[in-house]
């Protein structure tokens, strides 16, 4: 199968970047980037110290359903739990976690960073 990688995938590619650029500032050491399991993908896996950080990068380019924020539900979550599972085993990690958010609300100069968005 095919996957089409149109404009928006390219714009979501600008936004990670813009993302992995302000973390790398605030000390957290980037380790993969669109990790994929089964399970789904994660944007960024970073470590802070002695935690494996996973960041879901969302953007919207307008807020008149909520906002980027609000866009990791319930079943989103359950996907990146899921699949941080798989990258824990995978990597043979025993170490603390920890879910943040990276919201991109219109262009990638309003970042909002929520640390421990959701806990599993």
């Known amino acids: 199968m095919k996957l089409f990688k149109g404009p928006s995938s390219a714009l979501g590619t600008q936004m990670e970047d813009a993302a992995a650029r302000y973390l790398k500032p ?11 399991s089964y399970y789904g993908e994660i944007d960024l896996i970073a470590r802070e110290s ?3 950080v996973f960041v879901e990068v ?3 380019r307008k807020s008149r359903f909520g906002g980027a ?3 990791v539900d319930t079943r989103k ?3 990146l739990l899921a699949t941080a599972n798989s990258y824990l ?11 943040d ?3 991109i609300d219109g262009n ?3 970042i909002q960073w929520i640390k421990n968005a959701f806990e599993a």
Request: charged fraction near 30%; proline fraction near 2%; hydrophobic fraction near 40%.
């Open 26 to 36: 605030a000390g957290l050491f980037l380790l993969e980037r669109n990790y994929r």
């Open 50 to 52: 002695d935690t494996v």
């Open 58 to 60: 969302r953007f919207r």
């Open 69 to 71: 924020a609000v866009s």
């Open 77 to 79: 979550q359950k996907k």
């Open 89 to 99: 085993q995978q990597h043979k990690l025993d170490c603390p976690c920890r879910f």
């Open 101 to 103: 958010v990276l919201a």
């Open 108 to 110: 990638a100069h309003n």
